[in-house]
């Protein structure tokens, strides 16, 4: 008996008009990552359907239950749709595995298979009762759920479902820019877009000398934790020292954090029009530090019109501690590295700032070659599977 791996879709079926559009998406995007795997993946409407060989299923399937749009994921059977042929396939299967209490289950897509669906589970239920011994059924709490799909020329017959990410296709969105800094919060924002079906490209504002490379390779090994969702992402690297130190050196203590965010910003939306990005997507949390306040967030989100997703807005610390443990980045973003917010970290930042205020500060330096300056320098990297892990 051949077996196969079957993938379900996730929230598509909401979907209907865009049903072709997505499950190309899901296509792509499982060839893309299984570049390196020799497989035949078959696609429909419900369904896809991936070969490979036997011993490489389970690496296969570590893989790609981390692509958004799938919603589940099973070992199946796959047999010719034939009555006896079905039959003996599952005596063969049941005999091998191990259950006291079992259920059977039939979905019959194909209406010409002459046995409704509840007809053929009973027949079935019948067959292992009478063939193997000490079995008994249990609709509500079977120890062995035995699925059987009827499909058109083939027919599949499994058990556990592996649960994958759901969400939408990545890329299915468009391309957003996430502004990556080495902390907690944006990584889980990233993997929340992209579980949106945005792909990403990553900013990242480092300081050198007062923030370190180790700083820098943490934001790197970030973006390739992130990876497993998105096999290719492009990182920008921005030098802010100049713009910090001019910060620094003009900007009354209360005000630097809210200007250099302004600045950020700015760059960020400059760099987005360069890569045809649609949206920003950064980790800031309502209330979480002083830059994070509503008065904050409105006047430093003043300097662009562009949309501005921000997916943990609304979550306690915990909770996105918990997505940063479950996707794999906490341990790395927990490593004490200085963000270049937190160098030159005033006493006592402004909680409410005022727009007109921020306005005349900024004004006091020519902010705008500094930033044309850090652009027109900015360093991009593709991380990808070649990427090497450096000892952070
Ligand atoms: P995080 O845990 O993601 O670092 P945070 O709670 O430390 O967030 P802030 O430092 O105020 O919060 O930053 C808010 C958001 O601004 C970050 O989540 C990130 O999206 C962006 N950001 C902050 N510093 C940088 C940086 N050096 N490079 C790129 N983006 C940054
Ligand atoms: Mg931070």
Avoid: W
């Amino acid at each position: 008996m051949e077996k196969i791996i079957l993938i379900k879709y996730g929230e598509l079926t909401t979907k209907k008009a865009n049903r072709n559009l997505f499950v190309n998406k899901i296509y792509e995007n499982i060839k893309e990552s299984l570049a390196n795997y020799d497989v035949k993946i078959i696609k429909n409407r419900v369904r896809m359907f991936i070969s490979v060989k036997d011993e490489q299923i389970e690496e296969v399937i570590d893989i790609i239950k981390n692509i958004f749009g799938i919603h589940s994921i099973v070992i199946a059977y796959k047999v010719n749709t034939n009555i006896d042929l079905i039959k003996n396939s599952v005596l063969e299967i049941a005999k091998n595995t191990c259950f006291s209490t079992f259920k059977v289950e039939t979905d019959r897509a194909d209406k010409s298979f002459p046995i409704n669906s509840i007809e053929f589970s009973k027949e079935i239920g019948g067959l292992i009762l009478k063939n193997i011994s000490n079995k008994k059924v249990d609709v509500h709490h079977p120890e062995y759920l035995l699925k059987i799909e009827i499909r058109n020329d083939y027919t599949y017959i499994y058990s556990k479902e592996i649960k994958a990410l759901g969400g939408y296709p990545l890329g299915v969105a468009g391309k957003g820019l996430l502004m990556l800094s080495g902390g907690i919060d944006s990584p889980v924002a990233g993997y929340m877009a992209m579980k949106r079906g945005i792909k990403i490209e990553c900013i990242y504002f480092e300081s050198p000398p007062h923030t370190s490379v180790a700083a820098k390779n943490k934001v790197k090994e970030l973006v390739s934790i992130l990876n497993k969702y998105q096999p290719s992402i492009c990182l920008h690297i921005i030098n802010f020292t100049e713009l910090q130190e001019a910060i620094y050196k003009n900007i009354d203590p209360s005000y630097m954090i809210t200007i250099m965010r302004r600045m950020m910003y700015r760059i960020s939306e400059k760099v987005l029009k360069q890569r045809k990005c649609l949206v920003l997507i950064n980790g800031e949390s309502v209330g979480q530090v002083a830059s994070q306040t509503l008065t904050s967030m409105q006047v430093i989100n003043n300097v662009t019109n562009l949309p501005v997703i921000r997916p943990v807005a609304c979550l306690d610390k915990l909770e996105i501690i918990d997505i940063a443990k479950k996707i794999g980045t906490y341990e790395t973003s927990i490593l004490p590295y200085e963000d270049c917010c937190t160098i030159f970290l005033p006493k006592h930042p402004v909680i409410n700032p005022n727009l007109e205020k921020a306005i005349e500060y900024e004004n006091t330096f020519d902010y705008q070659s500094l930033i044309e300056k850090a652009i027109d320098n900015k360093e991009t990297v593709i991380i990808d599977k070649n990427y090497k892990k450096i000892d952070i």
